[in-house]
């Protein structure tokens, strides 16, 4: 005859206990529960945690970060190339109206009395 083997963990009976009196005479609604007894299995468990990277793993965090700072780079060339037309742009606005406020302070030399060269030169 075989005998059983004996068994780790045996599941306690949850007992509820009646509810009991406050300090105040009042009944608590609530039943209080017992604690579960949980097995005490004092092993050593001989397998080490790897906490490392599989390669897979490596690849594709490398991959993400790469990837990342790639947006992050085109979004950075993105604005440089914008921001330089932006200046090209108003270094060409600039040189009219500087062209234009030539113009006019010329027609003033000539005309001394020319009221409409005096307001568009300023």
Request: hydrophobic share 35%; charged share 30%; aromatic share 12%.
């Amino acid at each position: 005859m075989k005998k059983s083997p004996k068994k780790f963990y045996v599941k306690k009976q949850v007992k509820i206990k009646r509810p009991k009196e406050t300090k105040k005479g009042q009944i608590s609604s609530k039943p209080h529960l017992e604690a579960l007894d949980f097995p005490n299995i004092f092993r050593f468990i001989p397998e080490r945690i790897n906490r490392t990277l599989s390669h897979l793993d490596r690849f594709t965090l490398i991959s993400f970060v790469s990837g990342v700072l790639l947006v992050l780079f085109g979004i950075g060339l993105y604005d440089y190339q914008f921001d330089k037309n932006r200046l090209a742009i108003s270094k060409e606005n600039k040189d009219k109206l500087l062209n234009e406020r030539d113009y006019w302070q010329q027609v003033v030399e000539e005309h001394k009395g020319y009221r409409d060269g005096y307001s568009s030169v300023q």
